[in-house]
C-alpha cells in the first residue's frame, strides 16, 4: 500500500537532485558565501526587525538548521545500509577521505560562512561572548570550505541553528505573553536537546575519526595535519560556550520564578 505523504528520506533526496539539477554539486563555495553574505546585509539592511524578529538570523537558521537534519537523516540511512551489507565500519557520512557524501553537506558550511559577517554585526551590540562567537564561525567555517574535500565534517555542527529558529522570533511584536513564555521554553528546550545533549557526541565521533585516520595512514593522510587540532580545539570552544550560555538561561529562568526579573524580559545579555 502506497504512502498518502512522501517519506521524510525521498523528500530529502528529491530536494537534493533538485539542488543538483542547478549544477549546486560543482557551485565554487567561496561564490555561495560571498551571494549569502550579500542577500542577508541586504535583508538586514531593509526588513531589519520587522514585527521583532530577526528575519536574517530566523532565515539563515531555518535553512541551516534544518538542512542540517535532513543530512544527518541521509548519514543515519547510509549507515545502516552500509552496516546492512558490510557489518560495522566507518560511517560515510563521517568519511574524511571521501568527500561530502551530497550537495547539501557540502553547501551548509558556505550558507553559514555568508552568514557570519550578520552575526559578528550584531554582536557588536550584544557582547564579547557573542563576538567570540561570530569570530570563531567565520574562522572555522572559513577554514572547512578552502578545503572542499572536508566540509561535511562540520556540517553536522550547524544542527546547534535549530535552536537559534525560536531565538530570533523571541521579540515579536505579535506575540502575547503566554506564547512568548512558552517560545522562551521552546528556545531554551531545544538548546539544552541540539547543543548539549545531541551535536557534542557528534563532534566526539568526528575527532575519533580524524584521529584513526591520521594514525592509520600516518604521512600519507588525505587531511592536512592541522585538521584534528582545530576540529578539537573549535569543538571544546563551542561546547563551553553553550555550556556557559545554558547555565545563564537556568538562572534566568530562576530569577523570573522569584519574581526578580519580569516575566517579559527576553535578553540573552543579561
Request: aromatic share 12%.
Amino acid at each position: 500500500m502506497s504512502q498518502p505523504f512522501p517519506a521524510p528520506l525521498d523528500l530529502i533526496e528529491s530536494g537534493i537532485s533538485l539542488l543538483d539539477s542547478f549544477g549546486a554539486s560543482s557551485w565554487s563555495l567561496r561564490a555561495v558565501a560571498f551571494t549569502t553574505a550579500a542577500l542577508l546585509l541586504v535583508m538586514r539592511k531593509s526588513v531589519g526587525e520587522a514585527a521583532g524578529i530577526e528575519w536574517h538570523a530566523f532565515f539563515h537558521a531555518a535553512v541551516t538548521g534544518f538542512g542540517a537534519w535532513a543530512c544527518q537523516i541521509l548519514d543515519d540511512a547510509s549507515r545502516e545500509e552500509w552496516n546492512g551489507e558490510n557489518g560495522p565500519g566507518i560511517d560515510p557520512g563521517l568519511d574524511p577521505c571521501g568527500g561530502p557524501p551530497t550537495s547539501l553537506h557540502r553547501l551548509l558550511p558556505a550558507l553559514t560562512l555568508g552568514y557570519s559577517i550578520c552575526d559578528i554585526l550584531d554582536s557588536l551590540k550584544l557582547g564579547p561572548a557573542f563576538l567570540l562567537h561570530g569570530l570563531a564561525t567565520a574562522f572555522v567555517m572559513a577554514v572547512f570550505c578552502e578545503l572542499e574535500q572536508a566540509t561535511h565534517l562540520v556540517t553536522p555542527m550547524l544542527l546547534m541553528e535549530i535552536s537559534t529558529i525560536p531565538l530570533a522570533t523571541l521579540r515579536a511584536k505579535f506575540y502575547s505573553e503566554t506564547l512568548r513564555t512558552g517560545i522562551s521554553l521552546l528556545f531554551v528546550f531545544t538548546f539544552f536537546v541540539v547543543r548539549i545533549l545531541w551535536v557534542p557526541p557528534i563532534w566526539f565521533a568526528i575527532v575519533k575519526v580524524l584521529r584513526n585516520e591520521k594514525l592509520g595512514a600516518g604521512a600519507d593522510s588525505c587531511q592536512p595535519l592541522y585538521l584534528l587540532p582545530l576540529v578539537l580545539i573549535f569543538g571544546i570552544f563551542f561546547n563551553c560556550l553553550n555550556g556557559y550560555w545554558f547555565i545563564k538561561m537556568i538562572l534566568k529562568i530562576k530569577r523570573k520564578i522569584s519574581g526578580k526579573e519580569a516575566s517579559s524580559n527576553v535578553e540573552m545579555t543579561e
